[in-house]
């Protein structure tokens, strides 16, 4: 296995060495670095990356999640820091574990096995996510949110429908529990399958599953009566009334194109 740390602190560069070599002698440090500059700079002038990326939060010259601003890395990523707020970020760019220090080679450990777990089912499944690949888009299965100081998943078919709130946007489950998110609902549409959901307005996306009752309205619009209770009314705006009626049929604006 390769690897690569980016940490602008010498000290807990060589102790995370001292512990992949302790783990397995096998893995292959590839570099060190210690700046967004200088990552940006190897991911740009190096062909073949590592299989595991070591990064840290706080960097030499600004943090660490600009280098994803400039440079579009997909790889996993085992983050190591001295600042627990940046967590929910850190799981959103493909973070599979979010280290505190000082790193203790039992949490390292765990990160690591947690990683041999994940390529290995990975390995298993890349038969069918070709498949997946080849037969049409993917769509987001599950959103990270973040309660308190805790971090959780939720799943997409638990989600009965988002809504904004000025710049800000909120998840409700089926359940009722509203969760803010740091998407914007133009970025939700594009990734939530269009069979299941629907952007109704400039505020409310929806599932289909949580609609309860239809009700025309006022000047052929309609309003929505959902499985969750909310302060507010759901109007299908007049410009997307044709198009809903279509989506609640299971006809998709591909569809009419035939």
């Known amino acids: 296995m390769k ?6 602190e010498q000290p807990a560069v060589e102790k995370l060495e001292r512990y992949l070599a302790k783990y397995d002698e096998q893995i292959e440090v590839m570099d060190r670095l210690s700046s967004v500059k200088e990552s940006v700079e190897w991911f740009r002038s190096h062909k073949e990356w590592p299989d595991l990326l070591f990064l840290d939060i706080q960097l030499s010259d600004g943090i660490s999640f600009d280098i994803f601003n400039q440079e579009d890395i997909r790889l996993p ?5 001295a600042f627990d707020e940046f967590a929910l970020d850190a799981f959103r760019h493909h973070g599979i574990d979010y280290l505190l220090k000082p790193v203790t080679f039992t949490n390292l450990s765990r990160s690591l096995k947690k990683f041999s777990d994940m390529k290995q089912w990975s390995d298993s499944a890349n038969v069918s996510g070709a498949i997946r690949h080849l037969s049409g888009p993917s769509y987001k299965d599950r959103f990270m949110v973040k309660h308190g100081q805790h ?7 638990e989600v009965s429908l ?31 399958n269009p069979k299941n959901y629907f952007r109704v307005n400039r505020t409310f996306v929806i599932n289909i ?6 009700v025309v309205y006022t000047n052929s619009r309609f309003k929505i009566i959902s499985d969750v209770e909310l302060d507010k009314e759901i ?24």
């Open 151 to 157: 971090i959780r998943t939720i799943p997409v078919e």
């Open 209 to 214: 599953q949580a609609i309860k009752d239809v």
């Open 3 to 8: 690897v690569l740390i980016i940490e602008d």
């Open 77 to 81: 990523i085992i983050f190591t820091t």
């Open 162 to 192: 988002f809504f904004a709130e000025g710049r800000t946007v909120y998840l409700v489950t089926n359940e009722g529990r509203k969760y803010i998110i740091e998407y914007k609902l133009e970025e939700l549409e594009k990734m939530l």
């Open 235 to 258: 109007i299908v705006s007049r410009e997307k009334a044709s198009e809903f009626r279509n989506w609640l049929e299971g006809r998709l604006p591909e569809d009419l194109s035939h």
